[in-house]
């Protein structure tokens, strides 16, 4: 069995401080680990994901995230908030190679303050 | 630069009609998937498909259908639409192991039943 918490649904920053999206994991076998983001009304696009190799990630438009396995972790970071980040952030787990045992994190909707 | 293109973007549909929703992917990928996204519930797995006329149930198939005739294709079926299946439905695509790969999403249908 596997699962994913987000653990908070709204984060609010602003521009130019550090973000921080949550994410904690259970899985009974070693997973893979993705961070997606969401703009309004459109679908989600991959920002970053951990397969067993390095254990801090870097992705996309300046994110990155650490994998600790002993906090069971997969924190979502980015030093500098930009306004093109608000968006909402998905966090998933999955088992490697299981194509159907995908699980989704309910989202953080980031909010940006100018 | 297109990767997984769906129909439509809103569709507006009434009670008890047969809804169709078309997804393709220029990839080439074994792994097609239909998701429904519903706020506070997240991404719900409806169906998907491992290969050209293969399908298997998700986590909420009831009310839903599929077809996956040709490789690049993945039709989700409605058939006889009701107002619970107001949603935005979301297609995604993955090669042969792809739990390690990641998803590729489509921009979604926001479908409403009236």
């Known amino acids: 069995a596997q699962s994913v918490t987000q653990l908070d649904s709204h984060v609010s920053v602003s521009e130019g401080t550090p973000v921080l999206l949550r994410c904690n994991y259970s899985s009974s076998y070693s997973p893979s680990l993705f961070w997606y983001v969401q703009h309004p009304n459109k679908g989600l696009q991959l920002l970053l994901k951990?397969?067993?190799?390095?254990?801090l990630v870097k992705g996309i438009n300046g994110f990155e995230a650490e994998f600790k396995k002993s906090e069971t972790s997969f924190h979502l970071t980015k030093p500098s908030a930009h306004m093109s980040d608000a968006a909402e952030y998905f966090c998933v787990v999955s088992l490697s190679g299981g194509y159907q045992k995908v699980t989704f994190g309910t989202g953080t909707k980031l909010q940006v303050i100018p | 630069d297109v990767k997984v293109t769906q129909s439509s973007r809103y569709l507006v549909k009434r009670t008890g009609e047969k809804v169709f929703l078309e997804c393709v992917q220029d990839?080439?990928?074994?792994?097609m998937f239909w998701y429904r996204q519903d706020p506070g519930l997240g991404l719900r797995l409806i169906y998907f498909?491992?290969?050209?006329?293969?399908?298997e149930k998700g986590d909420i198939p009831e009310g839903y259908s599929v077809s996956r005739e040709k490789k690049e294709r993945f039709s989700l079926i409605l058939e006889s639409a009701s107002t619970n299946q107001t949603s935005m439905y979301l297609c995604?695509?993955?090669?042969?192991?792809?739990?390690?790969?990641?998803?590729?999403f489509g921009s979604g249908t926001r479908l409403t039943v009236v």
């Open positions: 498909s491992y290969d050209v006329k293969m399908k």
């Open positions: 990839m080439d990928h074994e792994n």
């Open positions: 995604a695509s993955t090669p042969r192991g792809g739990g390690v790969f990641g998803y590729t």
């Open positions: 951990y397969t067993s190799a390095a254990t």
